[in-house]
């Protein structure tokens, strides 16, 4: 099945990307496809190229960039809500592509289902 | 996007207006919604049915006022917005104080209408 | 269809509207903070095992492992992994995040 996934809270301080993350993985493990994931709300800052956490920690963006290579899985931040965030093409980590609220409406009528994380 | 294809999508909102962004960014998703030809309705649950109380005024908090943009949504044909009756009841809250025609439905009516969903969105 | 709680239900009402809202038939999945409800002694116990009667009830395994309360679990809650969690997303039309 086709799934796409809409997160709405940023790294770290929410476990939503977490559990997004690992269900995307484990949805890809059994064979389905996730074709996009889009960020919104403070969900914008999993793009952030300029994330660095402590060496023991996971790397939240840095997952998100692998599974973007190696499952073609379009990763896409919200611009409205990204240039409220100071989120920018310049600061983007690898796999991630700012675009419009129309990818995340186009994404949930290709989808054979539909799941938000948030808080 | 795949022409002619037609989905059923619920945005349902159950936080409250200003205390976070939620509202305001959930109306700015349905707005562009509205440009997909899309059947969109709008589900007011919990505290979600405080963003439509009427008379918002945020000039103290220095804030955009976004309640307007509710009363915009029939301009865009979106005009099925459901109002907990169970939400408005524990707020002290009639269909009298909502800034919007709405439809006031039980949980359970509700529920039964998020079950006709293809897909149902939460802010 | 899938309902998918991720509040503790002593700090939000997610799971009280959720179970309000959720026809019988459909399933409930508590992730993240939701799992602190399936557990024995918490006060929102007694109206999920109610709700097991209608519809069934998930727990994804290592929410409940990570806050050390898997040894637990209310009796009827089925617990998942996260291959779990997409098969429950799959096998059910639409899913809604009570966030």
Redesign the interface.
């Known amino acids: 099945m086709n799934i796409g996934i809409l997160i709405n809270e940023g790294p770290y301080t929410h476990e939503a990307t977490d559990s997004a993350y690992l269900f995307a993985r484990a949805a890809i493990e059994k064979g389905h496809q996730v074709s996009r994931v889009f960020f919104y709300h403070d969900g914008v800052n999993n793009s952030s190229r300029l994330t660095e956490p402590p060496q023991d920690d996971r790397h939240i963006v840095n997952r998100w960039s692998k599974l973007a290579e190696e499952h073609k899985v379009d990763l896409v931040v919200c611009v409205a809500a990204a240039l409220r965030r100071g989120i920018k093409d310049e600061n983007l980590a690898p796999g991630f592509r700012i675009s419009g609220l129309g990818q995340l409406i186009e994404s949930g009528i290709q989808s054979d289902r539909y799941v938000t994380f948030g808080d | 996007?795949?022409e002619g294809?037609i989905?059923k999508?619920m945005y349902?909102n159950?936080k409250a207006p200003h205390g976070t962004?939620?509202a305001l960014?959930s109306l700015?998703?349905v707005l562009?919604?509205a440009?997909?030809d899309?059947d969109v309705s709008l589900a007011f649950?919990?505290d979600g049915v405080y963003q439509l109380k009427k008379g918002c005024n945020t000039k103290g908090i220095e804030v955009k006022n976004f309640q307007p943009t509710y009363r915009a949504l029939d301009d865009y044909d979106i005009n099925k917005l459901y109002v907990e009756k169970?939400a408005l009841e524990a707020r002290g809250l009639t269909e009298e104080d909502m800034c919007v025609p709405v439809e006031v439905l039980t949980?359970?009516e509700?529920?039964?209408l998020?079950?006709t969903?293809?897909?149902?969105?939460?802010? | 269809m899938l309902h998918i709680v991720n509040k503790s239900p002593l700090d939000r009402p997610a799971l009280d509207t959720c179970l309000a809202t959720a026809q019988p038939g459909g399933a409930i999945l508590l992730i993240e903070d939701g799992v602190y409800a399936a557990t024995t002694g918490n006060s929102a116990a007694g109206k999920l095992t109610q709700a097991m009667g209608q519809m069934k009830v998930y727990a994804l395994k290592p929410d409940l492992e990570a806050r050390g309360i898997a040894d637990r679990v209310l009796e009827g809650v089925n617990l998942v992994d996260y291959g779990g969690f997409v098969d429950l997303v799959t096998e059910h039309a639409t899913c809604q995040s009570w966030l």
């Open positions: 996007m795949s294809q989905k999508f349902v159950r962004i939620y960014e700015e998703v562009i919604a440009a997909f899309q649950m919990d169970e949980r359970a509700i529920g039964k998020m079950e969903q293809d897909i149902v969105l939460s802010f």
